[in-house]
């Protein structure tokens, strides 16, 4: 049967299509109050609710971030969902999809889908709307930002088989899939062992420079470190379409400088914030930090980056004649260097430094030419490390397309499931 619907093409003559609104019970998710303490629960306590970062990167959420109270459900009118409930994000990660495997309620960017019984399964419905990922962006209200209503999503249409050719097929999958999860899991596991291997030969080439040679607090052989301007001093109205580059924290990674979510003040705001002032080849280092992107990190600003400020929270620090840039971002960076920041940082409620706690961070401090050779080897090997991450990386994605083909294959009717299970 042609559906003439262009994601989904030809199905078995003998299956419906039908939107969404007549194969599942839709229940609208909210917010309470998030200044109310009555409304939000202790973590092992309550009832969970489920936010976008709690759902988007599984297939069965099992545990919440947060939980509300009786009276918070009460306030915002929520009807929790039992285990099965399928949740669609309609806002930021629009088409996630994801399984309550627990009694939750969820926020407003996500819609619970309950399956009418005898009409659809919970996980057939799950691996159906999977597959309709791809009309998606014909539904979309903005070309901005990619968001869909309760109404939208009630009217995508899904191919409906019968319950028995449901359940074979989500057992066909359910085969399938895992052992290509199994797949990715394997290629996952090796990019951690990678970035672990690459820590474990930063640390232990500091370590060998800490034992050959003396250390000091990275005051002693600086010239200067300066911190962005606070407040209002810089804020997002200030920015322009150019003129001065502004450092960022996103702009420094680890002993890297990325070029990314550029911006700019007018020249002539700059010029009144030329205490703050950088240029190519200064250093910068992140004031704050979480896991990802440790505090302390640091990177040198590249030529194409310009001159301009640092904001708020990011250090130019320049060198003094015993050390190298590139030597100073390479140690700050480092897993010691790391371990040290979180130390002094240690009490505050947020994992935060200031310019006392950087210059007193203790660094060895070897002869240039053994600065220039320890950071040639440290940048060959994290190279080569690099290569084998991204080919890792890739093969992820590869894995993931031929999922989401091998489920959209089997939930249209493309592959014949019966007798393969």
């Keep these: 049967?042609?559906?003439?619907?262009?994601?989904?093409?030809?199905?078995?003559?003998?299956?419906?299509?039908k939107p969404i609104k007549l194969v599942a019970e839709m229940i609208a998710g909210g917010t309470p109050d998030t200044e109310n303490r009555d409304y939000w629960a202790e973590p092992e306590s309550g009832t969970g609710w489920v936010a976008i970062s709690d759902m988007s990167t599984t297939a069965s959420v099992v545990s919440t971030t947060k939980t509300l109270t009786d009276a918070g459900i009460a306030a915002a009118r929520l009807t929790p969902g039992e285990a099965g409930t399928v949740l669609f994000a309609m806002y930021a990660s629009v088409g996630e999809v994801s399984q309550l495997a627990m009694r939750a309620t969820w926020n407003q960017a996500l819609l619970g889908l309950q399956p009418i019984e005898g009409v659809v399964s919970s996980q057939f419905l799950f691996y159906a709307l999977k597959s309709a990922k791809a009309q998606l962006p014909f539904l979309y209200r903005s070309n901005t930002q990619n968001n869909l209503n309760a109404q939208q999503v009630s009217n995508i249409k899904l191919p409906i088989p019968s319950v028995a050719e449901q359940n074979q097929i989500v057992a066909y999958l359910g085969v399938q899939t895992a052992k290509i999860d199994m797949l990715i899991e394997k290629q996952e596991r090796l990019v951690e062992t990678l970035a672990e291997r690459l820590d474990a030969g930063w640390s232990s080439a500091v370590s060998d420079l800490m034992r050959d040679f003396p250390s000091a607090p990275l005051r002693r052989v600086i010239e200067s470190i300066v911190d962005g301007p606070f407040g209002s001093s810089l804020t997002s109205a200030h920015y322009s379409d150019g003129g001065a580059s502004v450092v960022r924290l996103g702009n420094i990674g680890i002993d890297e400088f990325k070029m990314v979510d550029r911006a700019f003040v007018p020249l002539e705001y700059a010029q009144s914030l030329s205490a703050h002032a950088m240029r190519p080849g200064d250093i910068v280092v992140a004031?704050?930090?979480?896991?990802?992107?440790?505090?302390?990190?640091?990177?040198?600003?590249p030529e194409t980056f310009g001159t301009g400020i640092v904001k708020a929270d990011c250090y130019r620090v320049r060198p003094g004649p015993r050390v190298t840039a590139e030597y100073i971002s390479w140690v700050l960076s480092s897993p010691q260097s790391r371990t040290q920041f979180r130390a002094l940082s240690r009490g505050s409620t947020r994992q935060r430094l200031n310019t006392q706690v950087v210059r007193d961070v203790v660094i060895p401090i070897p002869t240039l030419a053994v600065q220039t050779d320890a950071v040639a080897q440290a940048h060959g090997a994290r190279e080569a490390n690099s290569t084998l991450a991204a080919k890792a990386r890739e093969m992820i994605d590869?894995?993931?397309?031929?999922?989401?083909?091998?489920?959209?294959?089997?939930?249209?009717?493309?592959?014949?499931?019966?007798?393969l299970v």
């Design 1 to 17: 049967m042609n559906t003439d619907i262009e994601w989904l093409g030809r199905v078995p003559a003998t299956w419906l299509v």
């Design 398 to 419: 590869i894995l993931k397309e031929r999922r989401q083909a091998l489920i959209s294959a089997a939930v249209t009717g493309k592959i014949d499931v019966r007798g």
């Design 287 to 301: 004031g704050l930090g979480d896991e990802r992107m440790p505090l302390g990190r640091a990177a040198i600003v």
